[in-house]
């Protein structure tokens, strides 16, 4: 019996270890996705300021360009 018990004390061990290693990889994870999602949000509204700026440009334009001097 003293056996078991020790098999099963060291597969209780290998058990919280995996969940240790496996909630330290999650944290790590949730951490890289919060980053990459304040990032993407910060392309968005980096874009849609250019998109904006773009778009008040565009109405400037009264004439067509010329062609290319190769026409």
């Not at 999602?37 to 392309?43: A, G, H, T, V």
């Not at 968005?44 to 360009?65: A, D, G, N, V, Y």
């Amino acid at each position: 019996m003293d056996n078991e018990n020790k098999a099963a004390a060291a597969r209780l061990d290998d058990v919280e270890t995996r969940i240790a290693h496996q909630e330290r990889m999650i944290t790590d994870l949730n951490d890289v996705i919060t980053a990459q999602w304040r990032k993407i949000d910060q392309l968005e509204r980096h874009l849609s300021r250019i998109k904006e700026e773009l778009q008040s440009i565009e109405p400037q334009r009264t004439t067509p360009e010329p062609p290319p001097p190769h026409y």
